[in-house]
Nanobody
Framework: QVRLEESGGGLVQAGGSLRLSCVAS????????MGWFRQAPGKEREEREF???????????YYADSVKGRFAVSRDNAKNTLYLQMNDLKPEDTAVYYCGAHNGRGGSFHYLGNYLDVWGQGTLVTVSS
């Protein structure tokens, strides 16, 4: 059973920074990769937006166009932990952020359907203008 636990969210002014963490435990790991998605206020679970992802072996990274140059995804394999460093935050970044485990079948990291249907509680990021 996979377990994912996100942390690090909070309230920050526009232009500020936050670092999110996601600890994975259990049989998560396909060893393939993990990603961050966000769910803006009023959006449904199926409308979660891809933010960033990282291939667990090799470290290739992927980003949504809206966060390129501002966010950086990284991982600590030994700790089974995924990170998201978020800089120059904007009000439109306000959302609940979730980490997900890719199902390991080789599909795009950008697509929500390629992740295991296991999610943590998420961590709320609120950016004030």
């Amino acid at each position: 059973q996979v377990r994912l636990e996100e942390s690090g969210g909070g309230l920050v002014q526009a232009g500020g920074s936050l670092r999110l963490s996601c600890v994975a435990s259990g049989r998560a790991f396909s060893g393939y990769g993990m990603g961050w998605f966000r769910q803006a206020p009023g959006k449904e679970r199926e409308e979660r937006e891809f933010v960033a992802a990282i291939h667990w072996i090799g470290g290739s990274t992927y980003y949504a166009d809206s966060v390129k140059g501002r966010f950086a995804v990284s991982r600590d394999n030994a700790k089974n932990t995924l990170y998201l460093q978020m800089n120059d935050l904007k009000p439109e970044d306000t959302a609940v952020y979730y980490c997900g485990a890719h199902n390991g079948r080789g599909g795009s990291f950008h697509y929500l359907g390629n992740y295991l249907d296991v999610w943590g509680q998420g961590t709320l990021v609120t950016v004030s203008s």
